[in-house]
């Protein structure tokens, strides 16, 4: 089991840049596909990227390929998502996910098993 809480969240202008955190308990995070998805109001959730376990493969929803990045250092413990070139429409709360599946089924799969709480990210001028 692992446990995740996330960080980083903020307002920031359109154009503007943030890079959010998601520090994982536990001493088998590498054994762990990551991922971040979002929900704004109103709408459903959505994947935004996954990483696999060794941070080799990335995944991105083409709504955020080019601006977002995906890492993680597994010896921290810690999954990264830089965001530059930030929209309105990037505006959600942004939840980090866990699972022992491969990142491609964190893609297009069922949901992964564990989450964090959850971060609002807010682009506006």
């Known amino acids: 089991q692992v446990q995740l809480v996330e960080s980083g969240g903020g307002l920031v202008q359109p154009g503007g840049s943030l890079r959010l955190s998601c520090a994982a308990s536990?001493?088998?995070?590498?054994?762990?596909?990551m991922g971040w998805f979002r929900q704004a109001p109103g709408k459903e959730r959505e994947f935004v990227a996954a990483?696999?376990?060794?941070?080799?493969?990335?995944y991105y929803a083409d709504s955020v390929k080019g601006r977002f990045t995906i890492s993680r250092d597994n010896a921290k413990n810690t999954m990264y998502l830089q965001m530059n070139s930030l929209k309105a429409e990037d505006t959600a709360v942004y939840y980090c996910?866990?699972?022992?599946?491969?990142?491609?089924?964190?893609?297009?799969?069922?949901?992964?098993?564990?989450w964090g709480q959850g971060t609002q990210v807010t682009v506006s001028s």
């Open positions: 536990g001493r088998t995070f590498s054994s762990y596909a």
């Open positions: 990483i696999s376990r060794t941070g080799i493969s990335t």
């Open positions: 996910a866990a699972d022992r599946a491969p990142a491609s089924t964190v893609v297009t799969g069922a949901p992964p098993a564990y």
